[in-house]
């Protein structure tokens, strides 16, 4: 009972703390190219008032403290998930974590969560329109999860050659049958969306490697404090 509180905590702590630290990279370096994203997006419906007239209304926060709150909000309860989830794999696996080993599970996070999906769907900031939302979505959830079980089948030293190539294949699959692309044209300029894509893959870069170090630092702490002596095991 008292491990299993110990890793409530070190969930709400490690995601609490990345998440926040993922909103304050987000209000500095997202958040202008989003707005600046959406000017353009107001000066497009402006020119074709209309499809303005005939689109259905969407609620959405009012700028400012309203908006920036709802931000915070959901930015820093998706660290607290994104930490629970990879607190239940090394739990459920008898991984034992320190700051170092914590900081390899987090690049593990960072390329299955971003950099695989964003070979084929780098993200996008408002008004770049594509053609299929759900096919994306679901090709962005089949190639994290292809990514995650094709690391967890090669990387390990002791798996056998059949198990790295089996891998090595979930790790190419995703990528030999492509999303949809994005195929109409833009009234947002290029330059602004790879601006905007770097920005959300380098703030989540920051993010998976501190949810990673905090998380093994926790649990280190954790285990020394119990005077356990249960092997190191990745």
Known sequence: MRQFQQLIWAALLAGFTAGTILFVYQELAVVPRIVEAEAWEVRDEAAEPEVVRHRPSEWKPSEGFERNFFTAVSTILTGIGYAALMLSIITL?????????????????????????????????????????????????FTAAATA??????????????????????LLLP??????????????????IRAFSAA???????????????????LDRNRKTEGSGAPSRY
Not at 203 to 214: C, D, K, M, T, Y
């Open 175 to 192: 990528h030999l049958f492509g999303p949809p692309r994005i195929i109409q044209p833009q009234t947002v300029p290029a330059d602004l």
């Open 93 to 141: 696996g008898g991984f034992v974590l320190n700051v170092r080993r914590g900081l390899f599970w987090g690049l593990a996070g960072f390329a299955c969560f971003v950099v695989a999906p964003a070979f084929d769907l780098p993200p996008l900031p408002p008004g770049v329109t594509v053609p299929d939302l759900r096919a994306r979505q679901l090709s962005w959830v």
């Open 149 to 170: 079980i094709g690391l967890f089948l090669t990387v390990p030293r002791s798996r056998g050659w059949i198990s790295t190539v089996a891998g090595g294949l979930l």
């Open 200 to 218: 959300v893959i380098v703030g989540n870069a920051l993010f998976w490697l501190v949810l990673g170090a905090l998380t093994g630092f926790l």
